[in-house]
């Protein structure tokens, strides 16, 4: 067992998270924006007021976790606006960047000085983010966000390599959640153990890779 962080932990897939490794005896540290949920009543480290957009998020990250080590990060905050082409936002574009592409990194920056030789960084992402899977086109803000933070995601277990901290991107699946305005095809449970079998099961010889939660492989 071990010390595991969530950021972005009180709700959906982030709070199934937390509940699978409760159950199974790790010590769990899980941050939210301004509304806690559940985690108070679930005995977790709560850490408040990261917003993954803003530095100021970023270094409230920090105090939460002053003095800890960690095994396993899962960086899984997430915005998913609808962005189609007849009907396209630049702003919206933009605001999917800030949290989906340019926050996993700030998260990740920031949690450096808290990680050691093994730990293991887990990026939420989705597989539409990948270009080769893209046969329906359409959802710019979200596809684009995406296939940034899996860029990222990929230059960071190279870059962490020489500190043995590996890196997965990970999809959770199509999961029914308030993001998916509960047009989902699985239970945020279902996923989270998924992911949780993931992390377990990442190394250095896979560090950088794209996973299903459920296993497969998937192109870039």
Known sequence: MGNVLIIGGNRGIGLALVKTYLDR??????TYRNDSGPLPSLGVNAIPDV???????????????????????IINAGLLVRTPLDDLSFEEVERQFSVNSMGPLRMALAVLPHLKDGSKIGIMTSRMGSLADNTSGGSYGYRLSKAAVNAAGKSLSHDLRGKGIS?????????RTDMTWGSGEVEPKFAAT??????DELTMDTSGSFWHAQGAELPW
């Open 51 to 73: 917003d993954v957009t803003s530095q100021n998020g970023a270094q409230n990250l920090q105090s939460g976790l002053a003095g800890v080590d960690l095994d396993t990060v």
């Open 25 to 30: 005896g790790d010590s769990v540290w899980a």
């Open 167 to 175: 890196v997965a991107l990970l999809h959770p699946g199509y999961v």
């Open 194 to 199: 998924g992911l949780v079998q993931r992390m």
